[in-house]
């Protein structure tokens, strides 16, 4: 059974960095040809998705936030990572990890696929 | 694209069916995907196509619509069933609507 699992600091200060991985288990990236996603989800309750990639590399970043936003790939360790750059109070959400559905690549750029296996979300608090 | 979801907040006695709606604000097709999420807990995948249950998902939730009008419906709602429901789009780049909370009446 594939498990996808969340981690990295819970605080982080305003203009800082914020750094999260996801660790993916049951499966292996190689032999996975999977898209891999970052989504959070505000205090609220909304739902924002913040980019995709491939496992072999090509991020996508939701429009809002790409100027902050990198997301990479590390075959070797089986994870994926999100850094969020400048953050302030209103990146404060549980950040959760996630695959969409489907093997192999697409012709679009984000691929048109609902996300089927999700990590258990991690909180993360922008405060000083 | 915007995604809107209606009601907010659907008090149902257990039994009863509810019926929850999802509206974009231009086509995307049978993109429309419908999650259940529950406190503390990542949202979990129902139906996606509009329409196709997921493997494992019970026939008492069923999805309809194609276009900007999409449909959730729950028969006979038990107590598990309680919880918030997502749409998420993903003609485009993923976007979910705002949710509607199934509480029990």
């Known amino acids: 059974q594939l498990q996808l699992q969340e981690s990295g600091p819970g605080l982080v200060k305003p203009s800082e960095t914020l750094s999260l991985n996801c660790t993916v288990s049951?499966?292996?990236?190689?032999?996975?040809?999977?898209?891999w996603a970052w989504i959070r989800q505000s205090p609220a309750g909304g739902l924002e998705w913040i980019g995709t990639i491939f496992y072999s590399g090509a991020p996508n970043y939701n429009p809002s936030l790409e100027p902050r936003v990198t997301i990479s790939v590390d075959t070797s360790k089986n994870l994926f990572s999100l850094r969020l750059s400048s953050v302030t109070a209103a990146d404060t959400a549980v950040y959760f990890c996630?695959?969409?559905?489907?093997?192999?690549?697409?012709?679009?750029?984000?691929?048109?696929?609902?996300?089927?296996?999700w990590g258990q979300g991690t909180l993360v608090t922008v405060s000083s | 694209i915007v995604m809107t979801q209606s009601p907010a907040t659907l008090s149902v006695s257990p039994g009863e069916g509810a019926t929850l709606s999802c509206r974009a604000s231009q086509s995307v097709s049978k993109n429309l995907a419908w999650y259940q999420q529950k406190p503390g807990q990542a949202p979990r995948l129902l139906i996606f196509?509009?329409?196709t249950r997921v493997t494992g998902i019970p026939a008492r939730f069923s999805g309809s619509g194609s276009g900007t009008e999409f449909t959730l419906t729950i028969t006979g709602l038990q107590s598990e069933d309680f919880a918030v429901y997502y749409c998420?789009?993903?003609?485009?780049?993923?976007?979910f609507g705002g949710g509607t909370k199934v509480e029990i009446k």
């Open positions: 996630a695959r969409h559905a489907g093997r192999g690549m697409t012709t679009f750029a984000v691929p048109q696929r609902p996300f089927d296996y």
């Open positions: 049951g499966g292996s990236f190689i032999n996975s040809p999977y898209y």
């Open positions: 196509g509009a329409s």
């Open positions: 998420q789009q993903y003609g485009d780049w993923p976007l």
